[in-house]
């Protein structure tokens, strides 16, 4: 029988190779491919010898899956309305960036609202969550802890338990007998995973993973089973920064990039209802570079404020810094105001960031972007009360973008007064708000900073 090929895997991204390498070329992710064995080890032919599956017509008899609230708004949002029973949760995120305190509230909320609860941690010792507990007041839940790495003994105790809700801290430390290598690696991971989800499947328990971003080396991260699961999240933040962010990356009971705002306190996570506010309360006076866009977080709008440094480089190649950004965006929009609008920005570095530690994925963020690198370049802030958003095409015409009512809204919320967008197909107005309309990025050039 011939041997199946080995296979190699990049531990960072899930990306598979017929070869190892040092680098993988689909993530870029240095020293991450491992060796892996195939899953089968002889291609015997499985032809007709199986058992007929159940079939059924895609006529919809369920009502809509039962939702379990957990009470904490932010987190029932981002999971799409609450908890779907039998459904498999993973929530990734930075070592230290809070997961733990996170399901730890969580759980402790979940059990609040009647549902019985099982924290399991393979990290940390049971009396270290318990101090956890204690420091977020949460030490009195209604919440059944473990401490074990072992998942035959862990599964073993859920089928003897049936909790509604289990959460598994985290899945990398997980590992199962049958599988022949280390724990962390991804054939553990992936197993590990496999056994879960369809446990929660087969006896309708919802399960939280928790999966640690790694960047480097042994440890698979939690891209690797993003597919296994129906919901995954994303926790983020930047260091030094209080705020957290969780995003919904994948959901198969709700919309995908909803976010939830927390802040990290000494005393746990404490939710955000009005990020906007937040965002800007360190606003100071107007300031050249400074720039607030008006965006959209899934189904809620949101200010930020977006900040620009443009300042002569002494160096060959300017420096293009870029926080809470895509970068390949600064350099096209660079590109647009230096070939469309005959803006140069050779020989200058370019630093540009989104305060608060938030991260902007929207392309209607484009006109922000380009106001905030003028306005730094001219040396003249933008009025103080206008928000700002819009599509860039790569000729330098502003393309309208979805829900401008909403955005408008919430500026005019916000004490805001004059919002600069593109040109509208149809009118859309909102009192108290003076919308100047634009077709073109040579027009904002000309007419807000009176350059070009
Ligand atoms: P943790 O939940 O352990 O992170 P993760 O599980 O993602 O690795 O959180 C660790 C950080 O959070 C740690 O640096 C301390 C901080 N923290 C607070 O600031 N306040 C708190 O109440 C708690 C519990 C943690
Ligand atoms: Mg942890």
Redesign the pocket.
């Known amino acids: 029988m011939a041997k199946a090929p080995p296979q190699f895997t990049c531990t960072a991204c899930g990306a598979t190779h017929r070869k190892w390498a040092g680098r993988c070329d689909a993530c870029g992710a240095w020293n991450s491919i491992i060796e892996e064995a195939p899953l089968s080890a002889g291609p015997k032919a499985v032809g007709g010898r199986g058992r007929a599956i159940a079939l059924s017509s895609l006529t919809h008899a369920e009502a809509p899956p039962p939702r379990r609230k957990s009470g904490m708004p932010e987190l029932d949002r981002v999971l799409g309305g609450g908890l779907v029973a039998a459904s498999a949760i993973l929530v990734g995120?930075?070592?230290?960036?809070?997961?733990?305190?996170?399901l730890l509230q969580a759980v402790a909320a979940f059990a609040a609202q009647g549902l019985s609860c099982l924290y399991v941690s393979g990290?940390e010792a049971a009396a270290q969550v318990r101090l956890?507990a204690a420091?977020?007041g949460l030490d009195k839940a209604p919440v059944q802890l473990g401490a074990d790495t072992n998942l035959r003994d862990i599964l073993t105790t859920l089928d003897h338990e049936r909790p509604d809700l289990v959460v598994i801290?985290?899945i990398q430390t997980m590992w199962l007998d049958n599988v022949d290598s280390a724990p962390g690696s991804v054939a553990q991971m992936r197993a590990a995973v496999h056994e879960l989800v369809s446990f929660a499947k087969r006896r309708g328990v919802s399960v939280i993973l928790?999966g640690?971003v790694t960047k480097e080396g042994q440890i698979a991260g939690p891209r690797v089973v993003e597919h296994m699961v129906d919901t995954v999240l994303y926790?983020e933040g930047e260091r030094g920064h209080q705020f957290r962010i969780l995003r919904a990356v994948k959901n198969r009971f709700g919309p995908a990039d909803e976010i939830g705002v927390f802040e990290?306190?000494?005393?746990?996570?404490s939710q955000v209802a009005n990020p906007s506010a937040l965002f800007l309360s360190e606003r100071g006076q107007p300031a050249p570079g400074s720039v607030v866009f008006a965006g959209i977080e899934g189904t809620r709008p949101m200010l930020t404020e977006i900040q620009a440094l443009v300042a002569p480089s002494p160096l060959g190649t300017p420096r293009r810094t870029v926080v809470g950004l895509d970068a390949a965006r600064l350099s096209t929009i660079l590109a647009v105001l230096e070939a469309r609008c005959g803006i140069p920005f050779g020989g200058m570095d370019v630093f540009l960031n989104v305060a608060g530690g938030m991260r902007v994925l929207e392309p209607a963020a484009d006109l922000a972007v380009a106001c905030a690198l003028l306005s730094a370049r001219e040396d003249t802030p933008l009025p103080a009360d206008t928000v700002v958003f819009g599509e860039i095409s790569l000729s330098a015409a502003l393309r309208p973008v979805s829900q401008t009512e909403n955005r408008l809204k919430e500026a005019q919320k916000l004490g805001f007064c004059a919002a600069l967008a593109p040109k509208l197909s149809k009118p859309v107005g909102v009192e108290g708000i003076v919308l100047h309309q634009m077709s073109d990025l040579t027009e904002v050039v000309g007419q807000v900073f009176g350059a070009g």
């Open positions: 995120g930075d070592p230290g960036i809070g997961k733990s305190t996170l990290e956890r420091r977020l801290d985290s928790v640690h926790f990290m306190t000494g005393a746990g996570l």
